[in-house]
């Protein structure tokens, strides 16, 4: 009796017919490092003050009150400010890749991109004196999350999150007095569906596939 039938059923197998689309994200990055001072400042306070009309408007509305106010100082105020002693801003790129990969068919294959955003970005410095003088190494570590929501030729949408993972730029700064206040602003600015090309075929097996049968 054969050992082998003579076709194969093949349940449950996953074929994949050319390479995953592939999503590319790039991202701009921009650090900022202030050193500041608080400072306490004196301005004057304006307010509206009620003042003597003049002659002409009250010949000119004889027989009736007349209201006439303007916008004078009233006091001095003591405010606290913040004083930026030194601004230094670090710009750069970030590359994001996705590649499609689903057991559902929905969503399907991604055609068309719908919107890219950036959530929960995390920052926290460190300030470095450098001996001697007064400058110091600014130093940012930052992460943050990119969402990416496509379409697929059908229509139906679906979200993905893309991870930065650890981040960090560094800087000289004056730093003198002040302390070390990190900026962080992080936006989508290309963003693009590609597929890669397939790979060369290799060359042919020199074996040729034999069906063997045992009788018993």
Known sequence: MPFTAPTVANKGNLFHVGPSPIILVTVQEWVVFNIVQSALLLIPAWGIQ??????????????????????????????????VLDSVYLATENLFQWSYSSSSPT???????????????????????????????????????????YADAAGHTATITLMSGPRWQRAFVSAGPGRL??????????????????????????????RVWVCV
């Open 181 to 210: 206040e990190v900026q962080v602003k992080v936006a989508c600015s290309r963003i693009e569906i590609t597929t890669p090309p397939a790979p060369e075929p290799g060359p042919a097996s020199p074996y040729k596939p034999v």
């Open 107 to 149: 969503p399907g294959v991604p055609v068309k991109i719908i919107a890219c955003g950036v959530k929960n970005i995390t920052a926290r410095q460190q300030l470095v004196p450098i001996p001697p003088g007064s400058h110091a190494l600014a130093r940012a570590f930052y992460n943050y999350e990119i969402l990416v929501t």
């Open 50 to 83: 009620p003042v003597s009309p003049p002659v002409n408007a009250l010949a000119a509305h004889a027989g009736r009150p007349l209201l006439y106010e303007e916008l004078q100082p009233r006091h001095i105020e003591l405010i606290t400010a913040e004083r």
